[in-house]
Structures are given as structure tokens and as C-alpha cells.
Nanobody
């Protein structure tokens, strides 16, 4: 199973933007669909966005539609986050999988995700 590493988080003011990156350690992510998810302390995991292996199909949670864009090239999966809100503050992680359908199942057990990257949005 491929192991992914997230980067690109930081501190930004409300309304600002960040671009997160997700790359494979030692292997390529190009053979996998991928999901970005977030989990705040004491809250359930929330899928934010997902992208198919070829990049032609995407999925977004309602809370981020129109603000976030998931994309990919051969080696990196990106999450462009615009119009950030304080409620977007948490750790963001990415994980590989066989399909968007699988990755967006509520009880799907992710594997191969990294330490995550912290996003903090100040008001």
C-alpha cells in the first residue's frame, strides 16, 4: 500500500487561501484514487474532497463546494482552498484508495495516510 505525505498547511486569515499537497513516499500516487479528509478533536471524520485515479471525476462535501478544488498530476494530489473560514480549522489528511465510491463511504477504513497538515484560519 502506498504511503502518502501531506504538506502545505499554515495559518491564514478568514477569506484567505492555501494549497495543500499530497505525495507518495517512495512510490507514485498515480495508480490510486485519493481523498482529502479532516478530523477535528472530538468530531467525526469528514470527507472534504476526492478525485479519481485519472482526475476526471471529483467529489466535494457540500460545506466546501465552490471554495475548494481538488486536482492532481502524475505525482501529487492537490487541494486548493479559497475563501477559508474559521470552521475549516483542523488537520487535513489524504489517503489513497481504489475509487471515489469506496473512499467516500462513511465507514471506509483508510490506510496509507500520513501525519496530516494543520490548517488554521483566524477570524
Amino acid at each position: 500500500q502506498v504511503q502518502l505525505v501531506e504538506s502545505g498547511g499554515g495559518l491564514v486569515q478568514a477569506g484567505g487561501s492555501l494549497r495543500l499537497s499530497c505525495a507518495a513516499s517512495g512510490r507514485t500516487v498515480r495508480n490510486y484514487a485519493a481523498v482529502w479528509f479532516r478530523q477535528a478533536p472530538g468530531k467525526e471524520r469528514q470527507v472534504v474532497a476526492a478525485i479519481s485515479r485519472t482526475g476526471d471525476v471529483t467529489y466535494y462535501a457540500d460545506s466546501v463546494k465552490g471554495r475548494f478544488t481538488v486536482s492532481r498530476d502524475i505525482v501529487v494530489v492537490y487541494l486548493q482552498m479559497n475563501s477559508l473560514k474559521p470552521e475549516d480549522t483542523t488537520v487535513y489528511c489524504c489517503a489513497p484508495g481504489v475509487s471515489i465510491a469506496a473512499l467516500t463511504l462513511p465507514q471506509y477504513e483508510y490506510s496509507g495516510w500520513g501525519q496530516g497538515t494543520q490548517v488554521t484560519v483566524s477570524s
